[in-house]
């Protein structure tokens, strides 16, 4: 497995031990916790990386109360196993054609370079 989708891993690990069902798989069916690909945001040297795991929170439509409710639910949980993974922001994230609700909460992470 590659440094970016093991980290990609811990952070789905954390968010099942606290009750969610993670995945890393971007076709998975909706309401769902996404595991995204990371934005490798700096370098550390000859060392590794600092990236950003974006968790998206992805509800189907209609965008309604209910949906909503699964959010916030779903975010709260987020934050309190990933505190500082601020601004998380709600927005819409397409799927087949499809904007549906979502929130996206930056996880920022530090990878090391396998080579070193």
Same mark, same amino acid.
């Given at each position: 497995m590659n440094v970016f989708d093991q980290v990609r891993a811990d952070v789905a690990g954390k968010l099942a031990a606290a009750g969610l069902t993670p995945t890393l798989d971007p076709a998975a069916t909706v309401p769902v916790v996404l595991v995204d690909a990371p934005t490798v945001d700096v370098s550390a040297g000859v060392g590794g990386w600092r990236v950003t795991v974006p968790v998206r929170l992805v509800h189907g439509p209609p965008g309604d109360a209910a949906a909503l409710a699964w959010l916030l639910d779903t975010l709260e949980v987020v934050l309190t196993v990933f505190p500082g /993974?601020? !601004? /998380? /922001? !709600?927005? +819409?994230? !397409?799927?087949?054609? +499809?904007?549906?609700p979502a929130y996206t909460v930056p996880v920022v992470a530090d990878v090391t370079n396998p080579t070193c």
């Open positions: /993974a601020v !601004p /998380a /922001a !709600p927005g +819409t994230y !397409p799927r087949n054609e +499809t904007d549906c």
